[in-house]
């Protein structure tokens, strides 16, 4: 046999082998990675992240570099039930890649049927280790809906629905004397959808009872980005 020929076997095993460790440090970096393994590690990444995006010094990130590994699955650490509001993006008001959260978003972030079945897919299924009910300063939602009750005015379309659906949480404030009405409504509007999240059977309160769950509330202020526990 020729040494040329040996030259060109010689050259197409190690680029074989080249090939074969390439695939293989691929494949480990396509495993979803889990960002946080406790509910204390998850709230501690949520309120690091913040505070970096109130600060102006949010990470760099090259959000082409995992899409091979997101298009293999997803392990986000978080869930959040937020406001479609444009101007609160949890991503960012987190400082978040994709993958990290679990984001379930409508017009005065409170508990729908869909919603509350995508929350439990993400907390049993894909393991979040918290749940954030999330409403933010200035909600049209729930300004809307305070106008509703006070005045008793009907709005068009399925827009009403929305008023329905808070009208429990938040009628109550309206009877409480006290200044700050609307944020008083945006704070108990939170409030009552992690008390309805910390007792939907069977998946979400036995999670919470069993420890393997969080269920908290908090909201984000408009003009400065922090969010706030309540």
Known sequence: MCNKCLTRRSVFSVGMGALAVKASVAAARAQPVRYADTQDAALARLVEGNARYVAGKLNERDFSAGRAARAQGQAPFAAILGCADSRVAPEL???????????VRVAGNFVTPDG???????????????????GHTSCGAVNAT???????????????????????????????????????????????????????????AEMVAAGKLRVVGAYYDLPTGKVISV
Request: hydrophobic residues 50%; neutral net charge.
């Open 93 to 103: 008001a987190f400082d978040q890649a994709p993958g990290e959260l679990f984001v």
């Open 146 to 204: 305070v106008e509703a009750l006070q005045k008793g005015n009907t709005l068009p379309g399925h827009i009403a629905g929305l008023v329905s659906s808070m009208k429990p949480a938040i009628e109550p404030v309206l009877k409480a004397p006290g200044p700050d009405l609307e944020q008083r409504a945006v704070v108990a509007n939170v409030q009552a959808n992690v008390r309805r999240l910390q007792a939907e059977k069977p998946i979400l």
């Open 116 to 134: 509350l079945g995508s929350l439990e897919y993400g907390a049993a299924v894909l393991g979040t280790k918290v749940i954030m009910v999330l």
